[in-house]
C-alpha cells in the first residue's frame, strides 16, 4: 500500500513558533466530525488562565507552501488558464503548456481525464525512478505544486500552474528538480506546512481523521532527519502500542501537535504540565517515556 493513501479538533495554544493557516478556504467537505470529537479533549488544567500567544500564517489554502507561493491554490483560475503568481501583476516565464498536458494526460484516469490519482501519480513515480512508498519527495512536489482540492490526486488545473511556478515541462526537468525537494531544503515554517499537507492529503474522502497505522508509515517516512530518530521512534511504537480505541485514528491536531511538542521540548524534561495544553495524546506519550524512564 502506498503510504500517502494513493491508496479538527480546535486549536491547541500556540508558542510563538507555532503557525497555522489562517485565511484558508477547505478544499474538503468534512463530514465526519463527530468522529474527532473524543481525538482533540483536552485534560483540565489548574493553571487553565495561562496563555501562550498565537501566530497565524496568511495562506491561500489550508496547507501553504514552500517559500512565498508553493502549493497554494490560485482563485480563479479556469482550465487552461495562465498561471500567474499571486500578489503581483508581472507573468510567471512561461513554460511548453502543451508539452505539461502531454505529460498529465499520460497520468490521467482513464475514466475523469481532468484528474490523476493513486495509478497515475505511481506513474508517474516511476517515470521519475523514485520509490513512491519510500521517497518523500514525490509528496513535497505534490505539495509545491498545490495539489490541495481532493485528497490523493492532482487535477488538470494544479498540474499546470504547478509546473509553470517550478517551470517544468518534461519529466527530464522534473528529475533536475528532484534534489531540491529534499525536506532537508525546508524551513521550519515551511516543513510544518509541508507536514500539514501530508496529513491532508492522505484523507480518505471526507474523514478527518487517518488510522494510526497509516499515521506511523508516514512519520516515518516525513520526519526521518527531521526530528530526533529516538523521538520518532518511540512515539512511533507508543502509537503501535497503544490500546485506546480513541488512538485507533489520529486528527489533525493531534498530528500537528506532535510535531510541535518536538520543537518546543526537545528533551522530555521540557514538559511541563501544569502550564501546558497539549491534546491528551502527548500527555499519555510523555506518561509513557517517564515509565520507561
Not at 167 to 174: E, T, W
Not at 259 to 269: G, S, V
Request: hydrophobic content about 30%; some cysteine; aromatic content about 10%.
Amino acid at each position: 500500500k502506498i503510504y500517502y493513501r494513493m491508496g479538527g479538533g480546535r486549536k491547541r495554544k500556540a508558542s510563538s513558533s507555532t503557525t497555522s493557516s489562517a485565511s484558508s478556504a477547505r478544499a474538503y467537505n468534512d463530514d465526519d466530525d463527530d468522529d474527532t470529537t473524543q481525538h482533540s479533549r483536552r485534560r483540565q488544567r489548574l493553571t487553565s488562565s495561562v496563555s501562550r500567544s498565537q501566530e497565524q500564517k496568511t495562506s491561500d489554502n489550508m496547507w501553504g507552501g514552500s517559500g512565498s507561493s508553493s502549493g497554494r491554490r490560485r482563485g480563479g483560475s479556469t482550465r487552461g488558464a495562465s498561471y500567474r503568481s499571486s500578489g503581483t501583476t508581472n507573468s510567471v516565464p512561461a513554460i511548453n503548456e502543451a508539452a505539461a498536458t502531454k505529460m498529465f494526460t499520460k497520468i490521467a484516469d482513464n475514466d475523469d481525464p481532468y484528474v490523476a490519482s493513486m495509478e497515475g501519480i505511481s506513474t508517474l513515480c516511476e517515470d521519475l525512478g523514485i520509490d513512491p512508498m519510500e521517497d518523500v519527495r514525490i509528496l513535497v512536489l505534490m505539495w509545491k505544486m498545490g495539489a490541495n482540492k481532493t485528497p490523493a490526486q492532482i487535477n488538470k488545473d494544479e498540474w499546470i500552474q504547478g509546473c509553470t511556478k517550478l517551470q517544468v515541462d518534461s519529466i527530464d526537468k522534473i528529475k533536475a528538480l528532484l534534489p531540491s525537494l529534499d525536506t532537508g531544503f525546508l524551513d521550519q515554517t515551511e516543513f510544518k506546512d509541508f507536514f500539514k499537507f501530508c496529513f491532508q492529503f492522505n484523507r480518505e474522502g471526507t474523514h478527518r481523521t487517518l488510522d494510526k497505522d497509516l499515521v506511523v508509515a508516514i512519520m516515518q517516512m516525513v520526519l526521518k532527519g527531521r526530528i530526533a530518530n529516538e523521538r520518532l521512534d518511540t512515539f512511533t511504537t507508543f502509537l503501535e502500542e497503544s490500546k485506546e480505541e480513541s488512538y485507533s485514528r489520529i486528527t489533525l491536531d493531534q498530528w500537528t501537535s506532535f510535531l510541535d511538542f518536538c520543537y518546543e521540548c526537545e528533551d522530555i524534561a521540557d514538559y511541563d504540565e501544569a502550564t501546558s495544553a497539549w491534546p491528551v495524546l502527548i500527555d499519555e506519550y510523555v506518561e509513557y517515556m517517564e515509565k520507561k524512564g
